[in-house]
């Protein structure tokens, strides 16, 4: 399959976001697939249209930490509606968590002596969501090891 098709988009996520922390985990695991590539702040990725055609994805952050924003380039073999661009973005937004607010949780972490932590060493990260149920029930049972 040649991928032909460049559609780019720009998105902005609710601060504080550290982009790298959310999309290369800290413990290892993928963002969305087993074969990305993470290099000098890009990812390098795959996703799923809900027509299910495959696309590559190269997201890159080009904001800061209290003002972010990712470009998105999306890699296709022949040009995406308007139904599927939206589809999409949706998908990024939710499986980055772009629109998750963590400013409440950090209020309270904060004044917490072992939540704390996770203000200061792990500072705008999101946990992520996968594009499919599947994804997070394995990960769910594979974590309890």
Not at 28 to 33: E, K, R, V
Not at 79 to 84: A, Q
Request: hydrophobic share 40%.
């Amino acid at each position: 399959m040649k991928l032909k098709y460049l559609t780019s988009f720009e998105v902005e996520a609710i601060p504080p976001y550290n982009f790298e922390l959310t999309v290369r985990k800290p413990l290892g695991y993928h963002w969305l697939t087993p074969d990305e590539a993470f290099s000098n702040g890009t990812i390098w990725t795959a996703m799923e249209l809900c027509s299910e055609k495959p696309v590559g994805l190269r997201l890159k952050s080009i904001g800061t930490m209290e003002n972010p924003k990712i470009e998105i380039a999306v890699f296709s073999d022949e040009k995406m509606g308007g139904f599927e661009e939206r589809a999409l973005l949706n998908d990024i937004t939710k499986c980055a968590e772009l629109d998750t607010d963590v400013n409440g949780f950090y209020s309270i972490a904060k004044r917490d002596p072992i939540l704390e932590y996770a203000v200061t060493d792990l500072y705008g990260m999101r946990c992520g969501r996968q594009q499919k149920l599947f994804h997070n029930i394995v990960r769910a049972i594979l974590m309890q090891w």
